[in-house]
C-alpha cells in the first residue's frame, strides 16, 4: 500500500505546488498515506481491527 499511496500524495503535492492551489489538502493526503502505510506495516492497524471486532 505504502508503495502505491505515498508517491501519488507526493506526485499530487507537487503538482498543487507549481499550480499554486491550496497545499492544505496536499500535506494532509500525504500525512494520511503516511500514517496508514505505516500503520498497516507495524500491524497497529491489524490489532485495532481484531479488537473492534472486525
Known sequence: MASVSVPI???LAAVNLIR???FRL???VLVY???I???S???ALAG???ALGM
Open 9 to 11: 500524495a507526493a506526485s
Open 20 to 22: 499554486g492551489e491550496d
Open 26 to 28: 496536499n500535506t494532509q
Open 33 to 35: 498515506s503516511v500514517a
Open 37 to 39: 502505510s505505516a500503520l
Open 41 to 43: 506495516t507495524s500491524g
Open 48 to 50: 485495532a481491527a481484531s
